[in-house]
Antibody
Framework: QVQLKESGPGLVQPSQTLSLTCTVS????????VHWVRQPPGKGLEWMGV???????SYNSALKSRLSISRDTSKSQVFLKMSSLQTEDTATYYC??????????????WGQGVMVTVSS | DIRMTQSPASLSASLGETVNIECLAS??????LAWYQQKPGKSPQLLIY???SLQNGVPSRFSGSGSGTQYSLKINSLQSEDVATYFC?????????FGSGTKLEIK
């Protein structure tokens, strides 16, 4: 069945770089787009960016200067790197699969999320 | 960016009641709208897509409606397991944006 699972450090120091991995199963990264979405504690959801099925990427302009998304299709993994972390980047980070490949659509599967705290 | 204004922010209702949650888009999103349910400590789960299509496995007491800029989620016969926060999301244009959420509690 379709699964996504995020992994990464729970604690990052301010000004450092966050590195997260989304490992997927039950589908191919070359057939579906995978997005990153974050949620600060007690707050709403923010779309961060996407790894398109063709290997291209798009980013939220608010984060673009700090964000990089890449993948390793042989390992079914999508990676997120975000630099210059600040306390306001404290959040649960989710990867999610987009339901259809042809046009912008909704997320039909989400990972469990990984909580990242930015603190010294 | 398309702004999604969701209301109310919180809602308390009795078991068996019907509740409505609204989402207003800052421009026409042509029914490119999804609703998600997020239970405490869990990831969001898809309930409704294309404004009114029920995701497989979601109880039929959930329904969506709307067009243009105005959309709503209706929950009939409220159950205890419906306690959650509900989010709308537009996918008509990038960046994808979400409503701020509606926290639903049982009275």
């Amino acid at each position: 069945q379709v699964q996504l699972k995020e992994s990464g450090p729970g604690l990052v120091q301010p000004s450092q770089t966050l590195s997260l991995t989304c490992t997927v199963s039950g589908f191919s990264l070359t057939s579906y787009h995978v997005h990153w979405v974050r949620q600060p504690p007690g707050k709403g959801l923010e779309w961060m960016g996407v790894m398109w099925s063709d290997g291209d990427t798009s980013y939220n302009s608010a984060l673009k200067s700090r964000l990089s998304i890449s993948r390793d299709t042989s390992k079914s993994q999508v990676f997120l790197k975000m630099s210059s972390l600040q306390t306001e980047d404290t959040a649960t980070y989710y990867c999610a699969r987009e339901a259809e490949i042809v046009m912008p659509t909704y997320f039909d599967y989400w990972g469990q999320g990984v909580m990242v705290t930015v603190s010294s | 960016d398309i702004r999604m204004t969701q209301s109310p922010a919180s809602l308390s209702a009795s078991l068996g009641e019907t509740v409505n949650i609204e989402c207003l888009a800052s421009e026409d999103i042509y029914s490119d709208l999804a609703w998600y349910q997020q239970k405490p400590g869990k990831s969001p789960q898809l309930l409704i897509y294309n404004a009114n299509s029920l995701q497989n496995g979601v109880p039929s007491r959930f329904s969506g409606s709307g067009s243009g800029t105005q959309y709503s989620l209706k929950i009939n016969s409220l159950q205890s397991e419906d306690v959650a926060t509900y989010f709308c999301q537009q996918y008509n244009n990038y960046p994808l944006t979400f409503g701020s959420g509606t926290k639903l509690e049982i009275k």
